[in-house]
């Protein structure tokens, strides 16, 4: 089958397209035809060296899939719910970068009714991300006010409608004003152009000095103070990747005070029961906001396999908003 490797850590261009065997499906997995692969961040950082495969996952990048079950282990596939010819979606700890790929059953999600496979293929790594930080460890509920940077990101526009969708009000950064006015067209109440506004003092000044109650972070660093200053009570800060750095001097009293939680994860080396525990919740949740039209998938740029390395250097270049995509069929 064709895969891009990656060639030797650095820039875009170590991304080849090359030859590998097609993997064989092992206990509670099945074997996938693929059709679209989803680009993200974590690539890139696997990419550049900074994002170390998961022991016994494929080296191949690539964290998200949709296609057609091939074949399988019979009794996950029951349990799933699924069979052979099922068209599926997949969150996967390596190898999506690729014609064929295996994942655990339970990580697999029918294809939304009236989704196309590479609408589907971008599914999977934001949304199990999202749920598992914004709902279950943010504890985000209707009523209240969820902050996310990067608005505009594949994670972004992914937090912003589900967040909607729940019941929340939702102020999103973003890097330009183009950037924040997509970010209101997706359904966000406010957007802040960070790059010209201090964010931890406009969502104050959005929540009437109350603060906003939980906090979506794939930057830190220096992030970290401000937004600690702009939460509310009982407020919870969520990190999900360290783009701004991992030192972070923040104000502890302010933590004592109001009685905030500082939390943090990393999806790809959590164990299948944890992912399939999340994809039940998405299944019931999230796929009929998917199916209905309130929840839709936003696809900046499709690539042929051959140009994975220009879908890297655009996703660095930080000027999309939503997916990129890989499509195969």
Known sequence: MQAVEIRGYGAPEVLQLGERPVPVAGPGEVLIRVSASGVNRPDVLQRTGNYPVPPGASDIPGLEVAGVIESGDAAALQAAGLKPGDRVCALVAGGGYAQWCVAPAAQCLPVPRGLSDLEAAGLPETFF???????DRGRLQAGETLLIQGGTSGIGVTAIQMAKAMGATVIATAGSDDKCAACLRLGADHAI???SQDFAAVARELTGGQGV???????????????????????RLVIIAVQGGIDAGFNAGLVLRRRLTITGSTLRPRPVAFKAAIAQSLRQHVWPLLESGRIRPVIHQVFKPAEAAQAH??????THIGKLMLQWA
């Open 313 to 318: 250097a655009l996703m660095e270049s930080n």
């Open 193 to 195: 152009n960070y790059r």
């Open 129 to 135: 991300t999202v749920w598992s930080n914004v709902f």
């Open 213 to 235: 109650n939980v906090i979506l972070d794939m930057v830190a660093g220096s992030y970290v103070a401000r937004e600690v200053e702009c939460l509310a009570e009982d407020g």
